[in-house]
């Protein structure tokens, strides 16, 4: 019962700290839930997030798997767990919905402000370090693992070098290679 | 322009919620709303995406909300925000119960490393594309490296970041009157 209160407590934090998207509260969460609660392992997180990559909708809803495997990893039942799972979703989603909702009745009364384009201008290098912040938080375990070996290592930072620069090159759906992804995976990585 | 029903809402972003594999959705909702159901025109979307953009929360998730709103009330916000969000949640939750359960699988685990890998890839390909301008510009990309290795490197907490290095960088964008004649 506790877990499930702090996950609420951290999720709603996280939701109303998400300012310029999912992305920037990425490092923020793999602290809270890896470091601080030890909810999920850091190879799960960098799971649960890269299969949240693949579901369609919002990759964000991946959190909703943290809530189920933390339930999980607190010896709950499997309903405890799926509850856990509502609780993180409405907890991660509503606060901001919330503010979202009330704040567009009044944004109009400062569309001529011009503060506002400085926040956004101001805001935009903080939003990319703290994506940046986030590339760090899942490539540190995803990427370059010091548990693995070095040609564990080079494949799976090979993987995602080449993910990089084939989205630069080609429009093609980020689903296709995520999945291509794990083909590669599967086939070099076998019992190593 | 025709208004939407909230249920006729629901269905729309059900749609794109089911559909929208690799992300972007924001295009796929612009997609939706503005060309194909004419609901808001490209103004008005673009203003629901500049609020949602500004505001903590995902930038979809806030679209979905403000556009719900304009166009069918409270029960129109609710109905685009769900609508948006149980098609993923309902295939995270059934690929998180297989996780669970085969991810000590050699096969399993192999493929999930390399799925991780290639996820840490395309997070990098996005924020390098959306932050192009930012990394040309060296006090954008002081701020950028200030925030990286505060909050990457030193696990100082994310208020911190958002509480006093913002708004040094919004002061050092601050409007100036000379520029406006």
């Known amino acids: 019962m506790r877990e499930l209160v702090s996950l609420l407590n951290v999720f709603c934090l996280l939701s109303l700290l998400a300012v310029g998207g999912g992305s920037a509260v990425l490092p923020q969460m793999e602290h809270e839930t890896v470091t601080v609660h030890g909810w999920v392992s850091a190879d799960d997180f960098a799971s649960i997030y890269s299969l949240g990559q693949m579901a369609p909708g919002p990759n964000m809803t991946m959190v909703g798997l943290i809530g189920y495997k933390a339930a999980d990893h607190a010896g709950m039942p499997p309903g405890f767990a799926f509850a856990a799972m509502i609780i993180v979703l409405l907890a991660f989603y509503l606060p901001s919905s919330f503010l979202t909702y009330g704040a567009s009745h009044i944004w109009d009364a400062f569309h001529e402000n011009p503060w506002r384009d400085s926040i956004q201008k101001g805001m935009a290098p903080v939003t990319i370090g703290l994506m940046l912040a986030g590339v760090h938080a899942v490539g540190k375990t995803a990427s370059y693992n010091p548990e693995h070996s070095v040609y564990f290592n080079g494949l799976t930072i090979a993987i995602g070098l080449a993910v990089t620069a084939i989205l630069f090159m080609k429009h093609i759906n980020p689903a296709l290679l995520i999945l291509a992804g794990g083909v590669v995976g599967w086939f070099f990585l076998r019992g190593i | ?181």
Request: with cysteine.
């Open chain 2, 1 to 181: 322009m025709n208004k939407p029903t909230p249920a006729a809402l629901f269905a729309a972003f059900f749609r794109i919620g089911v559909t929208s594999f690799g992300g972007g959705l924001v295009a796929y909702l612009r997609d939706e709303i503005v060309t194909n159901k004419s609901w808001m025109s490209e103004d008005e979307f673009l203003a629901a995406l500049e609020i949602g953009q500004t505001l903590p929360g995902l930038n979809s998730v806030n679209v979905a909300i403000i556009a719900g709103r304009k166009l069918a009330g409270p029960a129109g916000a609710v109905a685009a925000a769900t609508g948006l969000v149980i098609p993923g949640a309902v295939i995270l939750c059934i690929l998180g119960f297989l996780y669970v359960r085969f991810r000590k699988n050699p096969d399993v685990a192999a493929a999930l490393a390399g799925i991780a890998a290639a996820a840490v890839g395309l997070l990098l390909q996005v924020t390098l594309k959306i932050g192009a301008k930012q990394f040309l510009n060296p006090i954008d990309l002081a701020f950028v490296l200030l925030t990286f290795v505060l909050v990457g490197l030193c696990h100082v907490s994310l208020p911190v970041v958002l509480f006093i290095v913002a708004p040094f960088a919004i002061i050092l964008r601050r409007p100036r009157k000379e520029a406006s004649k």
